[in-house]
Nanobody
Framework: VQLQASGGGTVQAGGSLRLSCAAS????????KGWFRQAPGKEREFVAA????????AYADSVKGRFTISRDNALDTVVLQMNSLKPEDSAVYYC?????????????WGPGTQVTVSS
């Protein structure tokens, strides 16, 4: 499974950004897709995920109501729409092929894309 994210950048607090991730590889369609993020000095944390079969979504409490994850199965693409961004959302965001056990676990990772929110 190969994953390639795009769409990061710098935005002022209250603004919006849209991240996109293209998945490829024969096994890609068997995985759910998700986004994680890692800020400097912090551990990587779960942000959002979407079931590749049912479209069911899950979000971290910190982004509920502000972020929306969606998919385009035909294009093997997952999108993270981020609204009402806060400085604490600043991090490197990673797209992942995930599975769900007690928590969402990334099995394959794309290179990260930087999101910076200025106050």
């Amino acid at each position: 499974v190969q994953l390639q994210a795009s769409g990061g950048g710098t935005v002022q607090a209250g603004g919006s950004l849209r991240l996109s991730c293209a998945a490829s590889g024969r096994s890609a369609r068997f995985y759910h897709k998700g986004w994680f993020r890692q800020a400097p000095g912090k551990e990587r944390e779960f942000v959002a995920a979407i079931s590749w079969t049912t479209g069911t979504t899950a979000y971290a409490d910190s982004v509920k109501g502000r972020f929306t994850i969606s998919r385009d199965n035909a294009l093997d693409t997952v999108v993270l729409q981020m609204n009402s961004l806060k400085p604490e959302d600043s991090a490197v965001y990673y797209c992942a092929a995930v599975r769900n056990g007690d928590k969402w676990i990334g099995d394959y990772w794309g290179p990260g894309t930087q999101v910076t929110v200025s106050s």
